[in-house]
């Protein structure tokens, strides 16, 4: 075995490998033990908290200044680390100008006026097919898809790819989502702002993993929906399960008390994302993915929006086409099984590769993959000119 290959192995997969592995953490951290404990106090003894407090007790009140500063602290910490971010997305290899495609970057305030880094890429020449708006996976970033852009303008597509809160070049705090919801709402605030800059170009939400998930119900909305040719969802995430029902109960209140705390130890080991060496190294080495164990309101926010999308299958009528590795281990490619056929969609595709991964635009297929990407969305093009 290589040494490339021995590293792969201990690399952490992006979504699932975080979030099955937090019962192992609820055994092993006292931290955890301490949480639980103080969110019964918080929700099931309130009274009992209310009467304990130290003004009814006759001790002084904490100083507001002193909780200030530390709230100052820790905003100017996070505002620190968004900026680092952010200048390390700048920084990104975006590829070699050819001449074909022009890039840039720039920032888009989303709905809660939270400041979005975002890329476009646009061929130099020739009309516009139409628009591929990207929405990344958990823990990564938009520059993560700069070849897959560059291969799409060289047929005529225009790029747009934008970082959740809390990833990439985006503010927030590093690996953390408040909420989905947000995201959701960020995805259509940007697609009806690419929109109204591309008057008449048809427009594709593309969606990989977790932001598949926000793709897809994204596109459960009429509004949004209205505005789009169709969809893509590579490896999205639509089945995902907490090791142990305990998990899924107290996950609700876990996320309210201690929403940034993080399950250390439970990514040791991860689940190998790509058949490709060095790309799994290229991943794990890139200072914008996130790394880290995963954050318990983040984990919450995807048990929640992959539980509701499976109740709803049936509520989606967007065109679209999924595309799921069978040997995939982070999400579960009979959930997109069950999405092509429950799905009450007029034009909707499926396409399974035998033996692939979970990042399918990372696999040594990737160029295959792409051109079937690019074949669909060519092929919902003509049937929209018929």
Known sequence: MSSAEMEMEQLTSGASNRIIPILKALRASLVFVYTFFLSFLLFILPRRRRLSSPALLGAPPSSPRKHLKRRSLWLIREEEDTMRRRALAEAVDMGRDDGHCRWTTSIFY?????????????????????????????????????????????????????????HGGSDGLHGYVPSL??????????LEKIKLENPGVPCFLFGHSTGGAVVLKAA???????????????????????????????????????????????????????????????KYSDPLVYTGPIRVRTGHEILRISSHLMRNFKSVTVPFFVL?????????????????????????????????????????????????IIDWMEKRLNALEI
């Open 324 to 372: 799921h590795g069978t040997a995939d281990k982070v999400t579960d490619p009979l959930a997109s099984q069950d999405l092509y056929i429950e799905a009450t969609s007029e034009f909707k595709d499926i396409k399974l590769y035998d033996g692939f991964l979970h990042d399918l635009l990372f696999e040594p297929e990737r160029e295959e993959i792409a051109q079937d």
């Open 220 to 282: 459960t909305y009429s509004h949004i929906e209205d505005m789009l040719a169709g969809i893509i969802l590579t490896s999205p995430a639509l089945r995902v399960k907490p090791a142990h029902p305990i998990v899924g109960a107290i996950a609700p209140i876990f996320s309210l008390v201690a929403p940034t705390f993080q399950f250390k130890g439970a990514n040791k080991r991860g689940i190998p994302v790509s058949r490709d060496p060095a790309a799994m190294l290229a």
């Open 110 to 166: 989303g709905v809660r006026m939270n400041a979005l880094f975002f890329r476009s890429f646009l061929p130099v020449s020739g009309d516009l097919r139409g628009i591929l708006i990207i929405i990344h996976g958990l823990n990564e970033h938009s520059g993560r898809y700069a070849a897959f852009a560059r291969r799409l303008t060289s047929c005529n597509f225009g790029v747009y790819a934008m970082d959740w809160i809390g």
């Open 181 to 190: 919801d947000h995201v959701v709402a960020d995805t259509g605030a940007f």
